[in-house]
């Protein structure tokens, strides 16, 4: 019982962490329409400026660099590429995302090496224990971080200007702009948004028990993608829903060992969940089906 | 306020949707522009709105010019804030948000961000039924409340000219008879209207002038009160078939069939 305890929690955990880059992955297509394959890179460049920026400053500082610099290149990829081609066909777009993806990834191999470099963050490999279960501290803090930032996220899109324009834009983007809004400014924050929510996420991807920082976190991050889908590809919500049952899931599978296609089931699971909620549900669980009246 | 001189507009250079299109907004009036499908109407607009360019259309002569003011190279959203506000064809409400959030999406591109909470009392007014039902998911409202909620959302914006894209559309008669009341009283408070329709029955009832637009050219122009009375725009628009075989002039009616109006258009 203790053992399913851990489970639960550590899925928990690594679930918020998905939420986190799976919101990533909504927001950008509610703004743009286009599908960010280059997200699992952005994520990695976000640990690794962060790594870097840590030689020289403490965490909390270091990760402030990460953060911004990774949603300054979110913005500059949306802005030289996605804004220039609105009104371009999204499919071709999603697939230059693939290209910036490909081109990144592969600098940021080139730097890395064959190394694996610890974020630096202040949990190390601390235990927190109570009622007989133990888990890394860093497990712990990554539920609280990604409930915060989740809660001020909702917050921002239910009640901010910002929200009721990124809605507004999201759903009709013409009308929108008959409205005055400036959808241009919409999309940039939406992309700036969920590149920080990237950096942010690959700290925890990457802390303890996690080995470290390599381009391999890209792999784990592409989880994500299961997770916007099953919940709906626009819905915020469905985003964190997916992302705690994909964590969840691996978390169980790979905590009893289960094995499936002569390896882990916990390394395929993800992409299984996607495909029997798929058939179930094809627009994910909260996905938009037209609802209208006439 | 508004001057619209001999403007040229194709899309993707190859379809002249606009052939020298001229016409007048003068201060606080009213103007019509009757046309029907493929006139030129949505076009027009468009170019008005600034949002041609979506639509990849462009000018290619002639011009728009506000107040004195070019809009030529203006966006969408500076036009919004010069004060000219457009409600768009089939209503077009963010149906997922609610009625409120409507509102507030359409005070969004406001030039006096003070002035939103007077405009929200302004249209709360004109729509008490938009306050009572101010949490709802916009998409839940009635086809005339939607209509409703477009021109409220307009408003938001506080336009000094609110051009209406064929508001009547898909509405019963007597919403249509409302939603033209509901202009005068718009137009009362000093705010000019551009109103495009295929009904022209509620169009010429409220409107100082009016422009007949024919395949991306106006055909006739003038006093409402003329257009209404001219044999083209009653045989056109209004419904009152003349004896067509020989021509000869239709019996002037007392007063235009509602009835008949544009039915036998809609099949287009």
């Given at each position: 019982?203790?053992?399913?305890?851990?489970?639960?929690?550590?899925?928990?955990s690594?679930?918020?962490i998905?939420?986190?880059?799976a919101?990533?992955?909504?927001?950008?297509?509610?703004?743009?329409?286009?599908?960010?394959?280059?997200?699992?890179?952005?994520?990695?460049l976000?640990?690794?400026?962060?790594?870097?920026?840590?030689?020289?400053m403490?965490?909390?500082?270091?990760?402030?660099?990460?953060?911004?610099?990774?949603?300054?290149?979110?913005?500059?990829?949306?802005?030289?590429?996605?804004?220039?081609?609105?009104?371009?066909?999204?499919?071709?777009?999603?697939?230059?995302?693939?290209?910036?993806?490909?081109?990144?990834?592969?600098?940021?191999?080139?730097?890395f090496?064959?190394?694996?470099?610890t974020?630096?963050?202040?949990?190390?490999?601390?235990?927190?224990?109570?009622a007989?279960?133990?888990?890394?501290?860093s497990?712990?803090?990554?539920?609280m971080?990604?409930?915060?930032?989740?809660?001020?996220?909702?917050?921002?899109?239910?009640?901010s200007?910002?929200?009721?324009?990124?809605r507004?834009?999201?759903?009709?983007?013409?009308?929108?702009?008959?409205?005055?809004?400036?959808?241009?400014?919409?999309?940039?924050?939406a992309?700036?948004?969920a590149?920080?929510?990237?950096?942010?996420?690959?700290?925890?991807?990457?802390a303890?028990?996690?080995?470290?920082?390599?381009t391999?976190?890209?792999?784990?991050?592409?989880?994500?993608?299961p997770?916007?889908?099953?919940?709906?590809?626009?819905?915020?919500?469905?985003?964190?829903?997916?992302?705690?049952?994909?964590g969840?899931?691996?978390?169980?599978?790979?905590g009893?060992?289960?094995?499936?296609?002569?390896?882990?089931?916990?390394?395929?699971?993800?992409?299984l969940?996607?495909?029997?909620?798929?058939?179930?549900?094809?627009?994910?669980?909260f996905?938009?089906?037209?609802?209208?009246?006439? | 306020?508004?001057?619209?001189t001999?403007?040229?507009?194709?899309?993707?250079?190859?379809?002249?949707?606009?052939?020298?299109?001229?016409l007048?907004?003068?201060?606080e009036?009213?103007?019509?522009?009757l046309?029907?499908?493929?006139?030129?109407?949505?076009?027009?607009?468009?170019?008005?709105s600034?949002?041609?360019?979506?639509?990849?259309?462009?000018?290619?002569?002639?011009?728009?010019?506000?107040?004195?003011?070019?809009?030529?190279?203006?966006?969408?959203?500076?036009?919004?804030?010069?004060?000219?506000?457009?409600?768009?064809?089939?209503?077009?409400?963010?149906?997922r948000?609610?009625?409120?959030?409507?509102?507030?999406?359409?005070?969004?591109?406001?030039?006096?961000?003070?002035?939103?909470?007077?405009?929200?009392?302004?249209?709360?007014?004109?729509?008490?039924?938009?306050?009572?039902?101010?949490?709802?998911?916009?998409?839940?409202?009635?086809?005339?409340?939607?209509?409703?909620?477009?021109?409220?959302?307009?408003?938001?914006?506080?336009?000094?000219?609110?051009?209406?894209?064929?508001?009547?559309?898909?509405?019963?008669?007597k919403?249509?008879?409302?939603?033209?009341?509901?202009?005068?009283?718009?137009?009362?408070?000093?705010?000019?209207?551009?109103?495009?329709?295929?009904?022209?029955?509620?169009?010429?009832?409220?409107?100082?002038?009016?422009?007949?637009?024919?395949?991306?050219?106006?055909?006739?122009?003038?006093?409402?009160?003329?257009?209404?009375?001219?044999?083209?725009?009653?045989?056109?628009?209004?419904?009152?078939?003349?004896?067509?075989?020989?021509?000869?002039?239709?019996?002037?009616?007392?007063?235009?069939?509602?009835?008949?109006?544009?039915?036998?258009?809609?099949?287009?």
């Open positions: 019982m203790t053992q399913f305890f851990e489970l639960v929690l550590n899925g928990l690594l679930g918020s998905y939420a986190l880059i919101l990533g992955f909504v927001i950008v297509f509610k703004a743009t329409e286009v599908v960010n394959f280059a997200q699992g890179s952005l994520l990695v976000g640990g690794y400026i962060t790594t870097q920026a840590h030689d020289h403490p965490f909390v500082l270091a990760l402030l660099v990460g953060v911004s610099a990774t949603a300054f290149t979110a913005l500059v990829i949306e802005r030289v590429f996605i804004h220039n081609a609105r009104g371009g066909d999204v499919n071709a777009l999603a697939i230059l995302t693939i290209g910036i993806d490909i081109l990144l990834i592969t600098e940021l191999t080139r730097r090496g064959s190394n694996v470099l974020i630096g963050d202040p949990w190390g490999n601390k235990l927190v224990h109570f007989g279960v133990s888990l890394p501290q497990r712990l803090a990554a539920i971080v990604a409930f915060v930032l989740l809660a001020a996220f909702f917050l921002a899109f239910k009640f200007n910002w929200g009721v324009a990124m507004a834009g999201a759903e009709d983007g013409e009308a929108a702009a008959l409205m005055g809004i400036r959808r241009g400014r919409v999309t940039a924050t992309w700036m948004v590149g920080a929510l990237a950096a942010v996420a690959v700290v925890f991807l990457t303890f028990p996690s080995p470290g920082l390599d391999g976190a890209r792999e784990i991050a592409l989880r994500a993608f997770a916007a889908i099953l919940g709906g590809l626009d819905s915020t919500a469905g985003a964190v829903v997916g992302g705690l049952a994909i969840l899931a691996e978390s169980m599978t790979a009893y060992s289960v094995t499936f296609l002569g390896g882990s089931l916990a390394d395929v699971i993800p992409y969940v996607m495909l029997v909620i798929l058939l179930v549900r094809p627009s994910g669980i996905g938009t089906r037209e609802l209208s009246r006439v | 306020m508004l001057e619209v001999q403007l040229h507009v194709s899309y993707g250079g190859v379809v002249r949707a606009l052939q020298g299109v001229s007048q907004v003068p201060d009036k009213v103007v019509a522009v046309g029907s499908n493929g006139a030129g109407k949505s076009t027009l607009l468009r170019t008005v600034a949002t041609l360019r979506l639509h990849r259309g462009a000018v290619v002569g002639g011009g728009i010019t506000y107040h004195g003011q070019s809009l030529a190279g203006l966006d969408a959203a500076r036009t919004v804030r010069l004060g000219i506000v457009q409600v768009p064809e089939g209503r077009r409400i963010f149906g948000l609610t009625v409120e959030e409507n509102l507030r999406a359409g005070g969004l591109g406001a030039a006096d961000k003070s002035a939103r909470a007077a405009s929200k009392d302004r249209v709360f007014d004109l729509f008490p039924l938009l306050a009572e039902r101010r949490r709802q998911r916009a998409a839940l409202l009635s086809g005339g409340e939607q209509q409703m909620l477009a021109i409220g959302r307009a408003l938001m914006a506080a336009p000094k000219l609110i051009i209406l894209d064929e508001p009547s559309l898909g509405l019963a008669p919403i249509v008879g409302q939603i033209g009341r509901i202009l005068q009283a718009i137009n009362a408070d000093g705010t000019a209207v551009l109103l495009v329709e295929q009904n022209a029955v509620m169009a010429l009832g409220i409107a100082d002038t009016a422009y007949v637009l024919d395949v991306g050219r106006v055909s006739l122009s003038g006093s409402a009160k003329e257009l209404a009375a001219s044999d083209d725009v009653r045989q056109l628009y209004l419904g009152h078939a003349a004896t067509s075989a020989s021509g000869a002039p239709a019996e002037p009616a007392r007063e235009p069939s509602r009835t008949r109006s544009t039915l036998s258009r809609w099949q287009g």
